[in-house]
């Protein structure tokens, strides 16, 4: 049997539920973001959609990651967004958290950006 490749659709669809989860958003939130139906987004996140890669740039940018990244894995942000100071002691720090601390934080720095 032929082993699936990086950028097989079941694949894809997982780093897109991976990185949903991780930025708190249901699938209506990246539905919203991207302009589709929340459908299209859970059929995105099992495999079974033909319009992936025809929103794949659209998508990468709703969840600020690189289409590289979702079609194989590798180099989840583009090489020309330089993170500065305390941005960078942030992200180090949040990515040192468990999944529901992760959670946590979101919820925080959403409530605080919002205020």
Same mark, same amino acid.
């Given at each position: 049997?032929? &082993? ?7 694949? %894809? $669809?997982? =780093? %897109?539920?991976? @990185? *949903?989860? &991780?930025? $708190?958003?249901?699938?209506? /939130? !990246? ?16 495999? #079974?959609? $033909?319009? %992936?890669?025809?929103? !794949?740039? =659209? %998508?990468?940018?709703? !969840?600020? @990651?690189?289409? /590289? ?5 590798? &180099?989840? =942000?583009?090489?020309? &967004? @330089? =993170?500065?100071?305390? /941005?960078?002691? +942030?992200?180090?720090?949040? #990515? ?9 934080? !979101?919820?925080?720095?959403? *409530? +605080?950006?919002?205020?």
């Amino acid at each position: 049997m032929k &082993e699936p490749s990086s950028s097989d659709p079941a694949q %894809i $669809g997982g =780093r %897109i539920k991976d @990185v *949903r989860q &991780e930025r $708190g958003w249901t699938q209506e /939130e !990246l539905a919203q973001k991207v302009g589709v139906s929340r459908s299209a987004v859970a059929q995105w996140e099992t495999g #079974r959609a $033909g319009q %992936i890669t025809g929103n !794949l740039k =659209r %998508i990468a940018a709703s !969840l600020d @990651v690189g289409a /590289e990244y979702l079609m194989y894995g590798t &180099e989840k =942000r583009g090489p020309s &967004e @330089v =993170r500065q100071g305390d /941005e960078l002691a +942030l992200l180090r720090l949040y #990515r040192e958290c468990s999944p529901d601390d992760r959670q946590l934080v !979101l919820r925080i720095m959403r *409530r +605080l950006a919002s205020s």
